[in-house]
Antibody
Framework: QVQLVESGGGVVQPGRSLRLSCAASGFTFSSYTMHWVRQAPGKGLQWVAVISYDGNNKYYADSVKGRFTISRDNSKNTLYLQMNSQTTEDTAVYYC???????????????WGQGTLVTVSS | QSALTQPASVSGSPGQSITISCTGTSSDVGGYNYVSWYQQHPGKAPKLMIYDVTDRPLGVSHRFSGSKSGNTASLTISGLQAEDEADYYCSSYTSSNTLVFGGGTKLTVL
């Protein structure tokens, strides 16, 4: 069965960096688009970024563009999110999700991990 | 990238039907048939319930259905059950090559 397991969350000071990982299993990772979606405590879902199956296409939400970088290692079945220059607004549970994205497909997230909590605080 | 507009809360009694709206613009909901709906129970990851406006993934109950008119999409749950009590989020692809979610709707089964 499809499994997505996020790791790397924790407490980080404002302005510092953190890298999240998402280990995938139960499907052919190298064939799928992957997303990062976050949820601030008590708030709604916010899409963060997407990467194509081959890593050649990446798109970001305006709120993280220039600070966050999505990447993948298909040989390790792992998705990453490098988060730099973090602010308190980045405090959230970060979910990785398998999905699809235009232009060659529709736009959805069909399997989600359980999330990892990132707290940005001094 | 403003969030799509959803009502904060809706409620219904067991067996009844409810509808949750999701309003965007011609640059997202109105411009593409790439609207999805997600169910999230407290402390759990979201679950895909509807995609491409009207389609259900395998395993999702036929009680869940989706539709769209202009810039507004809707999720209807018929034959309401206690286990349907959860938060529901819509999402849409946008002309800026992003995804945008709605603010979420808390469904209470009375």
């Amino acid at each position: 069965q499809v499994q997505l397991v996020e790791s790397g969350g924790g407490v980080v000071q404002p302005g510092r960096s953190l890298r999240l990982s998402c280990a995938a299993s139960g499907f052919t990772f190298s064939s799928y688009t992957m997303h990062w979606v976050r949820q601030a405590p008590g708030k709604g879902l916010q899409w963060v970024a997407v990467i194509s199956y081959d890593g050649n296409n990446k798109y970001y939400a305006d709120s993280v563009k220039g600070r966050f970088t999505i990447s993948r290692d298909n040989s390790k079945n792992t998705l990453y999110l490098q988060m730099n220059s973090q602010t308190t607004e980045d405090t959230a549970v970060y979910y990785c999700a398998r999905g699809t994205f235009p232009p060659f497909s529709n736009a959805l997230c069909d399997y989600w991990g359980q999330g990892t909590l990132v707290t940005v605080s001094s | 990238q403003s969030a799509l507009t959803q009502p904060a809360s809706v409620s219904g009694s067991p067996g009844q039907s409810i509808t949750i709206s999701c309003t965007g613009t011609s640059s997202d909901v109105g411009g593409y048939n790439y609207v999805s709906w997600y169910q999230q129970h407290p402390g759990k990851a979201p679950k895909l319930m509807i995609y491409d406006v009207t389609d259900r993934p395998l395993g999702v109950s036929h009680r869940f259905s989706g539709s769209k008119s202009g810039n507004t999409a809707s999720l209807t749950i018929s034959g309401l059950q206690a286990e349907d009590e959860a938060d529901y989020y819509c999402s849409s692809y946008t002309s800026s090559n992003t995804l945008v979610f709605g603010g979420g709707t808390k469904l209470t089964v009375l």
